[in-house]
């Protein structure tokens, strides 16, 4: 099954704004949006974000998510040490009946 | 508060089968769409296999079909997932995870599946 595509990294100082993408096609991302993942080293992954921009209660309000197309964006404002992570978009794509996922952005808060 | 809980996974020759199971609690489990995602080492999120409420539809990757079954008991509030013909490839963290309308939202902590001989 075909993915979601994610930049493999990104890099960005401390209080700094982050920016990630995640681009699917018009039978995933751009039907439904997409669901934001955080995962840290050696953690299941977490909800973070939710039919484009919606947060799980206890989700830092730093985190806003957007879409525009077939692309999802999650934007994370006021970056601290503990947002270095792995980030995660998904969608379920209706033409495959399967979720998909992107490979994964590595931030890292400089 | 839902959690959920795997279990069973191990290290197993190719050509072996396992059987992971996920105990659910903290939410209406025969109403829910449950899924089983794995992550291979140092790989990203690949989503395995899905299961309607009652057990009635099944949906697979391609990389499993045919040799992975996935079953529920909603009695018991457990989802299985039944693993033959193993490969090295199918070394991986196995998640299980609830799904809410068209989003994955809570995730259990994972059982490792090693495949080797």
């Known amino acids: 099954q075909a993915g979601l595509t994610q930049p493999p990294s990104v890099s960005k100082g401390l209080r700094q704004t982050a920016t990630l993408t995640c681009t699917g096609n018009?039978?995933?991302?751009?039907?439904?949006?997409a669901a934001w993942l955080q995962q840290h080293q050696g953690h299941p992954p977490k909800l973070l974000s939710y039919?484009?921009?919606n947060r799980p209660s206890g989700i830092s309000e730093r985190l806003s998510a957007s879409r525009s197309g077939n692309t999802a964006s999650l934007t994370i404002t006021g970056l601290q040490p503990e947002d270095e992570a792995d980030y995660y978009c998904?969608?379920?794509?209706?033409?495959?009946?399967?979720?998909?996922f992107g490979g994964g952005t590595k931030l890292t808060v400089l | 508060e839902v959690q959920l809980l795997e279990s069973g996974g191990g290290l197993e020759q190719p050509g072996g089968s396992l059987r992971l199971s996920c105990a659910a609690s903290?939410?209406?489990?025969?109403?829910?769409?449950m899924n089983w995602v794995r992550q291979g080492p140092g790989k990203g999120l690949e989503w395995v296999a899905t299961?309607?409420?009652?057990?009635?539809?099944?949906y697979y990757a391609d990389s499993v079909k045919g040799r992975f079954t996935i079953s529920r008991d909603n009695p018991k509030n457990t989802l299985y997932l039944e693993m033959s013909n193993l490969r090295a490839e199918d070394t991986a963290v196995y998640y299980c995870?609830?799904?809410?309308?068209?989003?994955?939202?809570?995730w259990g902590q994972g059982t490792l599946v090693t495949v080797s001989s």
């Open positions: 995870a609830k799904r809410q309308l068209d989003y994955l939202d809570y």
């Open positions: 903290g939410f209406t489990f025969s109403n829910s769409v």
């Open positions: 299961i309607s409420p009652g057990g009635d539809s099944t």
């Open positions: 018009s039978n995933n991302v751009g039907n439904q949006g």
């Open positions: 039919r484009n921009n």
């Open positions: 998904s969608a379920w794509d209706r033409s495959l009946s399967a979720w998909v």
